[in-house]
């Protein structure tokens, strides 16, 4: 008996699990002549007309839907443009449909029948690119920024819905890692069929079913006769401005289900900023991925001006060359191998002229500079990656070496007086990062390793007209940093519990001289460091089909060393919560709170005068810094593949506390940096929010960005403490419009408005500038050989209350075509603007910069696509 009802309560049970895993499967078709009807929109609703699930069929006319519902009975609808609307009621199970669909009232010869732009595929988001593309669209690239809900940057970056994405994948495979703008901006459009976000993507299998991960991927899927071939493009050119131009570039593809390789090589002095392809891009991290603290110290300042708010290609004076090549072969089937090697040797020159004003308590001190900056950077990168992504066990471990040889030299006029200074920057590291994750069942168990090597001999030689003596700042930097942790995870119904523990270390070794006329005292210093800290981090982690939570709290114990005299040790916890909420598939929300607390380096203790520049100094009191802070977070996140309509904003909160302030002070013409024992307390507030849209009917999308930055602190300047806020606004609204398959136009606007308040002693001071930029390009295909495009540029810069500077920046080209050759003409810079001039002010110093720019600039090029 016992037995009956131990079989009646396995068949219950199965019956309620097969239920909450429905799956339809199915095909639309045309009634009258049974092709396939690609786009038509099969959605699923509960008696109240809710909607529960959707899909859109592919150009097949197949679709397929996850149901998550108990309900026993369910309302089918199918909807296409100009067909006639089908309903059916269908039982709730796993099942296929085959679904014909007639044609409405309207006549056959006044239907337009379409492929949708966009579909989704469970998790997977869908963007067709036949329908994005239009006249002026090389690269993948080109066609990425004008997806609704994506977002690309100049060096090839992509975020998704606001957040950066977790991975990029062509065919599936993950060639480039961190270097995908190599493809984004390489890849040519034409070679790719569409492009899918995968969302809520998890990349390590052994945690898909345990691991919630709410970041998005993309993956590229080539035309087939694209595959497993060479793709790419050569392209060779000339030119004048006022030197004789070059440019030569090469690119190749080859990208199968097996294997694949990306060898690039690119040079001009023309200036496209080639370098910034091999940028490593930022990849969202997954839950339980244990990240390592360190970062590769910047020790000076080689440029200490910023870049002016214009496109590069306005004031790049370059000498480039870049080398990339990258290779993947599968191992196995789930084992792969990958090597990828990047260099670049590049050359700039900058020639500017800079105004500086600081606020003094009792007057201000006013410094004039032209300076002529020239730089050479030579930076070889390699990487060996060994990679098993099971569903029962993963293994990742890669080995990295990275060389930099950079020298600069800068000749400058101050005030009348001669300066000229020389950085000889060589730099070495070598890494290796392991991850390894075994399951069994719902137990997880995961060791990671990450190990560096770094070492930094540096030297900086400055020598000034009026002064006998020659300056110089040496320093040797040297150190080994290691990181090692160990999770152990095991779960229960919905819930899973994660023990968590980790060990960091570094062991730095810091000698430094400095020789100067003004600073004779502290300028030796010769340390040896040992840091440590030990973590214990227990976490609860709660799934469910709309809401899941992970709340950790870590035990962290610091200790820190310097030459065994000086010695620091902090138990300082931390903790966070964060939850994630499903709406529905259209609608999700999240919410967090984080409470850090940390210290400083060994830096802070060195207590010595250090040269970044000529003129710009760093001293530190030798006191530990300890920060305490706080972050409230929420976003709301809302994407509708039927409407082509995405949505995305979020909030930042996050007031803290440090037990120093930020100093600075004057020694003649030289500035010092450093820090002083003192709480002080800053609130920092974000908002951003953006909204794009497809207009598919007239070909158009539409997004707009908005972003509120608000910072509230306080810094001490020749004594006197200023409490001071520093907010802004940007707007980014872009749109782009397809006229026909002939013609479009696209038109960005950049406007930003930075807001500064500071307290001084006899008053408070207020500023507000704007900046403000423009572009409007147009491109026109004539027939199937002749292409024009041009570009006209509007930039407003406030550079004072009542003083702005307007220019205006055109370029035009024609491209003729024939076969696979494409012969190119452009010109940059047609008004031939000579000059651009920009302000900075924080309310106690005032920069004023005036940056060359590259005149007029006529190229001719010829280019062959295979």
Known sequence: MKKNWFLLYLLTVSGFCAQAQTVLTGWVTDKANKEPIGGAAVTLHDKEGETIAYDITNQDGSFIIDVKSQLSQLTLQVRFMGYEEVKRNIENKTQQLFIEMSFGEIALREVVVKSSPMWNREDTLVYSVDAFISVGDKSIGDLLKKLPGVEVSASGGIKYQGEAINKFYIEGLDLLERRYGIATNNIPVDAVQNVEIIENHQPVQTLRDAVVSDKAAVNLRLRKDRMSR???????????????????????????????FIVMYKTNN????????????TLSSSELDDVSGYSRKTLFNARSSNYPPLEKKRYLFNNSH??????LWKTGEYAQFRLNMQYQN????????????????????????????????????????????????YLN?????????????????????????????????????????????????DITSFAVYSSQPQLLEVSVDTVDINQSQQVNLSGLYTRNSTYYSFGFRNSSIVIKGAFEASFDRYISELSHPVFRDSIRSNITSNYSLLELIPTYMYRSDKLSVNADVALKNYYLSVSSSNNHSYFLPNSSIRFNYRFSTMLTARAGYQYTQSIGDFFDLTDVYFMKSYRSFGKQRGILSLNKRQSFST??????????????????YAPSANNTV?????????????????????????????????????????????????MKGERQQQKVLYPFKASGWAFIPKLNIKFSDATSVSYQTMASNRITEIIRSNDTFRSSMWQITQQLSAYYLLGKKWQFNGRLEHSYNEISENNSVNMFFADVGITFKHAQFEFNLSTNNLFNEKSYS???????????????LRPRMLLLSVSYNY
Not at 238 to 254: T, V
Not at 270 to 281: G, H, Y
């Open 635 to 652: 976003s709301l996140q809302y994407r509708n593949p039927l409407t082509t309509f995405f949505f995305n904003t979020s909030l930042l």
């Open 662 to 710: 930020t100093t600075q002070h004057f020694v003649g013409n030289e500035v010092v940096g450093g820090n002083k024992e003192q709480a002080t307390h800053s609130n920092l507030f974000l908002w951003s929010g953006y909204a794009g849209k497809y207009f598919s009917e007239i070909r158009t999308n539409f997004s707009l960005n908005v972003n509120y930055t608000s």
């Open 397 to 445: 471990n890669a080995l990295s070496w990275s060389g930099s040889w950079d020298k600069s030299f800068s000749s400058i006029v101050m005030n009348g007086m001669g300066v000229h200074q020389q950085f000889n920057l060589p730099s070495q590291l070598v890494k290796n990062d392991l991850k390894l994750v075994k399951k069994w069942g719902k137990r997880l168990w």
């Open 230 to 260: 060479p793709v790419g493009t050569v392209t060779l050119g000339a030119g004048y401005s006022d030197e004789m131009l070059w440019l030569a570039e090469a690119f190749a593809l080859s990208a199968g289900r097996e294997q694949q």
């Open 322 to 327: 870049v080398v990339s090549t990258n290779s």
């Open 838 to 852: 920009y302000s900075i002010f924080s309310g106690l110093d005032r920069f004023d910069y005036e940056y060359k």
């Open 270 to 281: 023309a200036a496209k900023d080639i370098s910034t392809e091999l940028t490593a891009q």
């Open 346 to 393: 590049n050359a700039i020159k900058e020639n500017i002229s800079h105004n500086s004003e600081y606020l003094f308590p009792d007057g201000t001190l006013q410094i004039k500079e032209t300076s002529t900056h020239s730089s050479h950077a030579n930076v070889l990168d390699a990487v060996a990656t060994f990679t098993n992504n099971s569903p029962r066990f």
